[in-house]
């Protein structure tokens, strides 16, 4: 079993035929078809890589502003348990009269 293609027929050393040469000038079906997968993969996946990461640039930094509301939040919240804390532990001052 021979296997011939055009891939296999352009890699196989020919005697030079100028004749020849002039008159097969076309560019192989594979190396074409090749091409324009190329093409076509990278017109489609680097879009799509693109979007990839700027939706992950964006959920972090919208991960960082809500993680920061919530420290800002919990301070919040301890600043007040502490002070209602600190009211409830004071003494309460009654004043006397003198009659």
Same mark, same amino acid.
């Given at each position: 079993?021979?296997?011939? &293609? =055009?891939?296999? %027929? ?10 020849? %040469? ?9 190396? *074409?078809?090749? *091409?324009? =997968? ?7 996946? *680097?879009?799509?890589? &693109?979007l990839a990461i ?26 007040? *348990? ?6 409830? =532990? ?10």
């Amino acid at each position: 079993m021979v296997w011939r &293609g =055009s891939v296999r %027929d352009t890699m196989v050393n020919k005697p030079t035929d100028n004749a020849k %040469d002039e008159q097969d000038d076309n560019i192989p079906w594979v190396l *074409l078809i090749c *091409l324009i =997968s190329m093409v076509l993969t990278l017109a489609i996946a *680097l879009p799509l890589i &693109g979007l990839a990461i700027m939706d992950a640039n964006n959920a972090t930094n919208a991960a960082i502003v809500e993680i920061d509301r919530m420290r800002r939040i919990r301070n919040l919240m301890l600043r007040e *348990l502490q002070e209602d804390k600190n009211a409830k =532990s004071e003494p309460i001052e009654t004043t006397t009269t003198n009659k």
